[in-house]
Nanobody, 127 residues
Framework: QVQLVESGGDSVQAGGSLRLSCTVS????????MSWFREAPGKEREGITS????????HYVASVRGRFTISRDSAKKTLFLQMNNLEVDDSGMYYC????????????????????WGQGTQVTVSS
């Protein structure tokens, strides 16, 4: 059974940085795509970035491109999200997702593509 555990969420001021981690336990094919999603209060969960091993591709939605960086370390079984120059609109619960059959990028950014989810970590950005 695959389990994902996110950490690193915090309250920061706009312009600050955070690094989120997602630690994976259980058997997971690290060649396949993994993603980060976020969910703001009253809004649907949205995919913001993905990473796929074949082709070493990463994909970002426009709202985070240039500020966020996704990476992973298969030896440490951890997915990362480096978030810089945070904005108030970045606030929300952040989830990592795994378990898609897709291995080539751009990785899917829809919730139905992923089997496994963490419990989320809260990010709050204040002005």
């Amino acid at each position: 059974q695959v389990q994902l555990v996110e950490s690193g969420g915090d309250s920061v001021q706009a312009g600050g940085s955070l690094r989120l981690s997602c630690t994976v336990s259980g058997d997971l094919d690290w060649h396949h795509c993994m993603s980060w999603f976020r969910e703001a209060p009253g809004k649907e969960r949205e995919g913001i970035t993905s990473i796929c091993s074949f082709g070493q591709t990463t994909h970002y939605v426009a709202s985070v491109r240039g500020r966020f960086t996704i990476s992973r370390d298969s030896a440490k079984k951890t997915l990362f999200l480096q978030m810089n120059n945070l904005e108030v609109d970045d606030s929300g619960m952040y989830y990592c997702a795994a378990g898609t059959d897709r291995a080539y990028g751009p990785g899917p950014l829809v919730t139905t593509e992923y089997k496994y989810w963490g419990q989320g970590t809260q990010v709050t950005v204040s002005s």
